[in-house]
Structures are given as C-alpha cells and as structure tokens.
C-alpha cells in the first residue's frame, strides 16, 4: 500500500518511461539538502520502477527513517525486502531496537554485544554486564533517605546534588514557618487565626520539601542512569 500513490503519480508517465538514473539523482540530492521526506518519496518511487526493485533502496529508506526516530516507518518498509538475509536481520532488528521494543530485537537478532545492549537501555544493568563485559553501575542515591534528609528543609535535595532548590526549598520552609510562630505565641485571638492560616501554609509547603526530596533523588537516578547508558553505548562504538 506505501507505494500505491507513487504508481497512480507515475502512471501517466510509466508508458513514456521514466529516467530512473535521474529519479535516483534527485533522490540522493534531496537526502544530502535534508529534504529527507521527498527524498524517501524519490527513492520508493525508483524502487516502484526498477525491474529488479532492490532491497538495498529498501534498507537505505528504512536507514533514513531510522535516523529520523521514525522506527515504525522503517519496520514497515523492511517488509518488502526480498531477500531476508542477515543484513536484513541487522537491520529490522535494529528498528525495532529504536523503537523500545528491546525484547523483539534481541529475539531477531543473536548478536551478544546488540543483546547486551538491549538489556543495558532496558536498565537491566547486571544482565547487560554478562553480554558486554564489567561495565559497572550508575551512581544512584536512596529515594527514602532524601525524604528523611528533608525533615530539614531543603536537605534531600542537597543529598540529591541540587542546591539551589534545596536553598529555596529551605527559604520557603522558613519564611512562612517564622510569622507561623511569632502568631502563635502572641495571645490575641487575631494573632491566633494568622498562626492557623501560617501554620496550615507553612506545613503545606514543609511536607510538599519532604516529598521534594523523594522525587529530587529520583529524577537524579534516572538523569545518572541515562548518562551512564549513553556512556557505556560511546564506549562500545556499536553503530545502531
């Protein structure tokens, strides 16, 4: 069906030929200009045309829809590859790698350093140590302790190395919770509504710190997990 428009365009000209070496020029010009829609349109329409109907077309598309995180498009495409070999293998493997479909590309593909990595982005660390060799941990704190460490204000986020929010997150706290208490230990009955008001404010925003903490350190860890995989991947030097 993806080549369906492409044979109705190019039916008025099928009778009078159409230069395919131009086609393919054109194709490969609107790829270097980063026109990489029309370009795909150029390169399905040779493909269309051409009496064998390459697969290396094929697997050039699906290369560009990799490259523009379109996964899907290229799983796609790869259906009208001829001859399933282990280039196609590689390569269909590898879409469905981009497309987070980690436990379909290893499936696809028994290759030990593309498993590894298969388990490495799905953060399965110590299995992906058993196919890529001692590739260590990532640095990860204990969401529990920012939450404990924020019963002082601001102290699970200091624990999750964001200072500035933990200097606010303390500001916050102490700002409200200082006319909280001066309301309160002053006897009037006018004095005692502000100390509820501030109080009720001030509890608010010490309880929203101590959650604070707990998502602090859980955005730190996967922000360190992220930069550990990305890490490990450079090192590799595997093209995917």
């Known amino acids: 069906m993806i080549f369906l428009l492409i044979a109705l365009a190019g039916n008025s000209n099928s009778s009078a030929g159409i230069d395919l070496s131009r086609t393919l020029h054109f194709a490969e010009r609107l790829e270097q200009d980063g026109d990489y829609f029309r370009a795909i349109t150029e390169y399905k329409r040779y493909w269309f045309y051409s009496q064998d109907r390459p697969d290396s077309i094929i697997y050039h598309i699906a290369g560009i829809y ?11 495409i790869l259906k009208y590859v001829k001859n399933k070999d282990s280039t196609y293998i590689r390569i269909y493997a590898t879409s469905y790698f981009r497309a987070g479909d980690y436990g379909k590309a290893r499936e696809l593909w028994k290759d030990k350093t593309f498993t590894g990595l298969t388990y490495l982005y799905q953060r399965r660390f110590d299995k992906a140590g058993e196919y890529l060799g001692d590739i260590g941990r990532p640095d990860k704190k204990s969401p529990f302790l920012g939450a404990v460490f924020s019963i002082f204000p601001g102290g ?18 102490v700002s409200l919770g200082i006319p909280a208490y001066y309301a309160y230990t002053d006897t009037t009955a006018n004095n005692k509504i502000k100390a509820y008001i501030y109080g009720g404010i001030s509890l608010f925003f010490y309880l929203g710190n101590i959650y604070g903490g707990w998502i602090a350190v859980k955005v730190y860890n996967d922000k360190s997990e992220e930069n ?6 450079v090192n590799i030097k595997w093209d995917y």
């Open 66 to 76: 990799i490259k523009e995180d379109l996964p899907d498009n290229a799983v796609d």
């Open 156 to 173: 699970g986020k200091f624990y999750a190395r964001r200072k500035f929010d933990g200097i606010m997150s303390l500001i916050s706290v």
């Open 228 to 233: 550990f995989i990305h890490s490990v991947a």
